[in-house]
């Protein structure tokens, strides 16, 4: 596989459901990697991922996932595991059946389609639940065989649609964890979640969206830098947070510094990050300065979303 | 001549190994929902009702009467032109057929076959032969169960009749037709289902066609799969007053133009179902 098809690939894609706008003028290149989609309910994140899909067509431009469209369904959905939003199954299976169903549909051998269903089954730790009716089981159970059915034939491509909804703290982390471990394994992860501190933490990068519009893309802190008229937060923790706010104040870049409130360190606000950091060491080196601990303050999804989306976005 | 050397290409080429596979697959899949889900009682109702109904007429009760063999011929004839083809099977192939698809919009869950590495063609013809394995083996059964009733009554000359005589001719040809209504009528649903939410509007279009085809233009009439089956039929029923609307047949054609003719129309319907079902989106919301 080439690096060029190594990727999901939107040029300026569009979709209106009617008079309604889904996306518009969408242009991506998604790397391998856990990716975040993150905006408001109503911003196309949804779309997009079935756009990715092929579950809705786009109105105009193309997509591509791996160099795969889904009008060669038996070689792109080989590669592609979507775990949509809709909380529903056919009527009357159980986990094991539901998983089980959709392997056979892969035209592989009742052997191997039993295998992959008790092991996708195992991976997600429904093997006690996974013989009784789905109709029975509660909210977060069923997510986790939609999940397990999602990854049981092993995908190239991951499409999570909200997965971590329903999910009690204890199948978060475990759910987390997992996505994390797939996306090290060299899978591309496409996650939208309402839980921004969530998938902070795994996202590799980041697709913001509003009102159908992708407002930003790329790594969080390639895109952060990117976010000029918010100056950068950095909290530097140390002994004489006095004496550095001090030093700090003179310079140019230094929009504001202020003490943290439990006065052991400082909270400053700069326009040029790199000449930040230039200065910091300067004063270290130069007044022996003992520092604790430096580490940005809003280099994150939900900082990102505050800046770009803000309240107009609407709930995330 | 190119479109020619396309077409062999990919008749050389396709992966029919695995298309086999995944269409044995739905079929598995579509039977068990047609066939066992709480849904599908009215179809056994309806569909067995006549033959509830003729094995009372073969006791010896109020309710049974004496006929004659040629009688209960003609009447089982009537039975199967009248019920079965005009009102069971259409009926009960609008409900099975149109829920292939519909029910899966309505329950959510057609998005797990469109996210299946399988050709929507596939899953067509892979939930087709489920509808018509479904609806042959109900209504073949039903059909099959009232001509037993019909003739076992009758004790030795009854059975002379089906085994000596022409009994076994007719049923094979009864459950053909049956078989071949459950075709023609089970394309024609599942393409409505892929087109439109509501059944019922199309399906009262379709009765009223199908019923008084025989007074359209002959063009016309071929458009119609009460057309070819009344033809099929082994025993003619009376055909006086009214009801020569339903039995008479204007032009006739042969078995061996009939059958293929009907086979070509319910190709053709499955054909138009799969170019839609490919522009086919998931909108549950829409719905």
Known sequence: MTPANNRIVFENVSKFYGEVLGVNRVNLSL?????????????????????????????????SVLGLTPDQPEEFFRHVGYCTQFDSFPKGVTGYEFIYQSLTLRGITRQEAQRLACEAIERLG?????GRKVAGYSKGMRQRIRLAQAIAHHPTVLVLDEPLNGLDPMARAESIALFEALGREGLHVIVSSHVLHEVDKISDQVVLMSYGYVVAEGQIHGVRSEVKEHPMQILVRCGNPNRLAARLFSQDHVVEAKLNSDGKGV??????????????????????????????ADDDVNSLYQYLIGASGGRV | MSAIVSIRRFLREAPWQLWTAQLIAVVRIELRKAL?????????????????????????????????????????AGIFQLFYLRLGIFFGCMGLFTWLFRGEVVEKSLHYYFLAPLRREVLVAGKFLAGVTASGFIFGLSVFLSFTFMYAHFGAPGRAFVF???????????????????????????????????PILPGIFVLGWETFHAVLPSLLQKLSVMFYLKQLCP????????MALFTVVAEPVPAWIAVPGLLTLCAAILVLACFRIRRTEISYLAD
């Not at chain 1, 911003?43 to 067509?57: A, D, E, I």
């Not at chain 1, 429904?126 to 996974?130: C, D, K, L, P, Y």
């Not at chain 2, 005589?165 to 037709?177: E, K, M, R, T």
């Open chain 2, 235 to 242: 025993v003619s029923i009376p055909s006086d007053g009214i």
């Open chain 2, 36 to 76: 066992w889900m709480r849904r599908s009682i009215w179809i056994y109702l309806l569909a067995l009702s006549p033959a509830f109904i003729i094995a009372l007429h073969g006791l010896n009760s109020p309710l049974g009467r004496n006929c004659t063999l040629a009688e209960d011929t003609n009447i089982l």
């Open chain 2, 164 to 198: 000596d005589g022409p009994g076994l001719s007719q049923l094979a040809a009864y459950l053909g037709v049956t078989l071949l209504a459950c075709v023609g009528y089970g394309s024609l649903f599942l393409a409505f289902s892929l087109v439109v939410k509501n």
């Open chain 1, 126 to 130: 429904m093997g006690e639940a996974a």
């Open chain 1, 267 to 296: 909270l400053v606000r700069t326009r040029d990050a790199g000449q930040f950091y230039g200065l910091l060491n300067r004063i270290v080196v130069e007044e022996d300065f003992a520092l604790e601990a430096v580490a940005p």
């Open chain 1, 31 to 63: 790397p391998p990697g856990v990716t975040s989609l993150v905006g408001p309910n109503g911003s196309g994140k949804t779309t997009l991922m079935n756009l990715m899909t092929g579950l809705v067509r786009p109105t105009q431009g193309t997509v």
